[in-house]
C-alpha cells in the first residue's frame, strides 16, 4: 500500500512540474512574439518617420536648388495657391449644405408624424374625456350601489381604475410627443439659420475665387508677354523641366531605403491593366511636339474643374506641392523603381507620407501651373525615364 501511495505521489510530482514547465514555456513564447510585433511596429513606424522627414527635405531642398523665378509666376503661384484654399473652402461649404439640407428633410418628416400622431392622440383624449365627463366624479358609487354582486363590484373598481391609468398615460404621452414637437421646430429654425449662412458665405467664397480667376488671367497675360517667340518659350519649358528632373531625383533618393507592403502587387505586373486617373480626351500624347526640340513625358487629358483625379495603383505619396509649371502636384511611389506624377490640380487630398489604394481619389482636377483650359497632367516613371501611358493603361 505504501509503495502505491508513493508512486502515485511521485507520478502525481512529475505531471505538475511538466505542466509548470509547459505554461512557463508557452508564457515565454507570447511574450517572445509580442515582444517581436512590437519591435516590428516600431520599426514600421521608425520607417515611416524617416520618410515623412525625407520628404520634408526634399521640399527644402527644392525650394533651394529652384531656378529663380520672377516676379510674375511667384504671383500666380500665390493666386493659385488662394484659388486651391477657396475651392476647397467652397467645397466643404457645398458639403455641409447638403447635408443640413438632408437634416431639414429628415426633421421636417419627423415633425409631420408627430403632428399626425399628436392629432390622433388629441381626438382619443377628447372623447375619453367627454365621456368621463358624462359619467361624473360619483359614477363609480352609483354603479356599486346598484350592484349586489360582490364580483361585479370587484370588476368595476378594476376597470375604472385601469380606464383613469391609461388615461393618464395617454395625457403623458401627447403631453411628451407636443413637447418633442416644439424641440423639432425649434430644430428645424436653428438648422434653417445655419443653411442661409452656409449660402452667404458660399456666396463670398465664389466672389473671391472669381476675383482670383481675374487676378490669375491678367498675371498669365503678362507673363505671356514676357514669353514671346520659340526662345523664350523653350527656355522657359527647359527650366520647367529641370527643376522637375531635380525633384524627382531628390525623391528617389529619399525613398530608396522605404520598402512598401510586401503584400502589394507589383506596379509591373499591371502594364496594361491600370485604370485612367480621371475621365476625359486625351489632348496631349506621350512623345508629342511642345516647343523645339522639347517633347512631352506624358500625357494631357482635359477635364471639368473640380472632377476626382485617382491612384492607378497602390502606392505612398511622396510629394504633394506646388511645382512650377505643373501647378499642384502630386507623386506616388510603387515600388521597384516606378513612379506616378499628377499634374495642374486644383486641389491635393492626400499629404506626404501618406498610403493610397488603387483608384483612391487623391486630387481634384484643375488649370494649376498656368494651364489656360483645365487638364490632368500624368506621367509613369521607371528609374526616373518617362514611360509612355499608352502601354500602361487600359483602353489606351
Partial sequence: MDIKARSCKHTFNVAFRLRIYFITFSCIVVIALSTNHSLANDAHQAKLSDLKSAIKTVQRNIATKSLKHTALEKELQKIELKSSQISAKIGELGQNIKITKSHIIAKQRQKSQL?????RQGKVITEELLSAHKMGDQEPIKLLLNQEDPQKIARIFKYYDY?????????NTYSKDVSALTDIIQDINRQKLDLIRAKDSLKIQQTDLNNSATKREETLTKIKGTLDGDAANLANLQKQRAQLEILLREVQEAVETILLPQDMQ?????????SWPITGLLIEQFGSRRTGPIRSQGWLIRSIIGN???AVHAGRVVFSDYLRGFGLLLIIDHSDGYMTLYGHNQELLKDAGGWVVANEIIARSGNTGGLSTPALYFEIRQQGKPKNPKFWLKDA
Avoid at 115 to 119: A, D, G, R
Avoid at 163 to 171: G, M, V
Avoid at 266 to 274: I, R, S, V, Y
Fill in 308 to 310: 476626382p483625379v485617382t
Fill in 266 to 274: 507589383p506596379f509591373a505586373t499591371k502594364k496594361g491593366t491600370l
Fill in 115 to 119: 403632428n399626425k400622431s399628436i392629432e
Fill in 163 to 171: 380606464f383613469l391609468k391609461a388615461r393618464s398615460e395617454k395625457i
